[in-house]
C-alpha cells in the first residue's frame, strides 16, 4: 500500500479538525497516567487507518496495540502503515459480537475519536457497556467527537458555522482534499478502487444519519454503564473527549 494514503488521510482530517494532533496527545497523556509510562495493551476503536495505533507505537514503543474497523478501505491502509506492528481486526461495532473477535482482554486504555457519532443512541449506551468488560480493573476508555456544550447552544452554533467557513476556505485554497474529493480519489486508485467497492457494498446508504449529542449525555451513559469514574478531558470548541475509568 503507497505510504501516500496514511499521510493523504491524515492531512484530511487535519483539515477538517486543525486541534486533532492536540486531542491524540492529551489522550495519549491520560494513557501514560494509568501505565506509569509503561507500553500500554491499547484498543483503538473503530481506528480506520490506525492514526491513534500510529501514534501510540511512536509515543510507547513496545506498546501492544489493536486496531478495529470495519470499513475495507481505511483497513486496507492500516495494514499498510502499522506492517505488522499492530493486531488489525475488521468487526462491526454494531453487533455485539465484536468482542469475540479480540485477541485478547484487559486493555488497560480504549480510545476513539470521531467515530461513534455514526452508531443510534441506544448501540452507543450498550457499547460502551460492552467496552467496560475488555477493560482492566482502572483502565480507562476515552471517546473524543462532537460534542457540543448545552451551556452554550447558541455561542456553539457560532462556533461550528466559524469551523465550517475556516474548512471551506482550506478546501477552496487546495490546502487539503474535502471528504468527498478525498474518497473519490481513493475510488480512483487501481490500489483501492475494489476495497471502495466493497465498502459501497456495506455502506450501500451511506453510514448511519449523525447523532451529535452533548458531553452530558455522554457521561451520563459512562455512568450508566458502570464506570466509576467519568469526567470530560479535553475540549476544543464544539468538540471534546470524555473519559470513564472501570
Not at 216 to 221: G, V, Y
Amino acid at each position: 500500500m503507497n505510504p501516500y494514503w496514511q499521510e493523504s488521510w491524515d492531512r484530511q482530517q487535519e483539515a477538517f479538525m486543525p486541534d486533532r494532533e492536540h486531542r491524540f496527545d492529551t489522550m495519549l497523556t491520560a494513557v501514560a497516567a494509568v501505565t506509569g509510562g509503561a507500553p500500554p495493551r491499547l484498543l483503538d476503536l473503530a481506528g480506520g487507518t490506525g492514526s491513534i495505533s500510529l501514534r501510540t507505537l511512536a509515543r510507547f514503543p513496545g506498546a501492544r496495540v489493536t486496531v478495529l474497523d470495519q470499513d475495507p478501505v481505511l483497513l486496507a491502509i492500516a495494514e499498510g502503515s502499522l506492517s505488522g506492528r499492530a493486531t488489525v481486526i475488521d468487526a462491526d461495532l454494531g453487533d455485539a459480537g465484536w468482542r469475540a473477535k479480540l485477541p485478547h482482554d484487559g486493555f488497560d486504555a480504549v480510545l476513539t475519536a470521531t467515530a461513534l457519532h455514526w452508531l443510534p443512541a441506544e448501540r452507543t449506551s450498550a457499547l460502551y457497556a460492552e467496552i467496560r468488560e475488555v477493560l482492566r480493573p482502572d483502565g480507562i476508555f476515552v471517546n473524543a467527537d462532537y460534542m457540543p456544550d448545552e451551556e452554550l447552544p447558541d455561542f456553539s452554533r457560532r462556533l461550528a458555522d466559524q469551523a465550517r467557513a475556516e474548512r471551506n476556505a482550506r478546501y477552496a485554497a487546495g490546502a487539503a482534499l474535502s471528504w468527498t474529493d478525498w474518497w473519490a480519489r481513493a475510488a480512483a486508485d487501481e490500489a483501492l478502487a475494489g476495497k471502495v467497492a466493497e465498502r459501497e457494498r456495506i455502506y450501500p446508504a451511506g453510514h448511519a444519519a449523525e447523532w451529535n449529542p452533548p458531553a452530558a449525555w455522554h457521561l451520563d451513559a459512562l455512568r450508566a454503564a458502570g464506570y466509576r469514574e467519568c469526567g470530560l478531558l479535553w475540549r476544543g470548541g464544539t468538540d471534546a473527549a470524555v473519559l470513564g475509568v472501570r
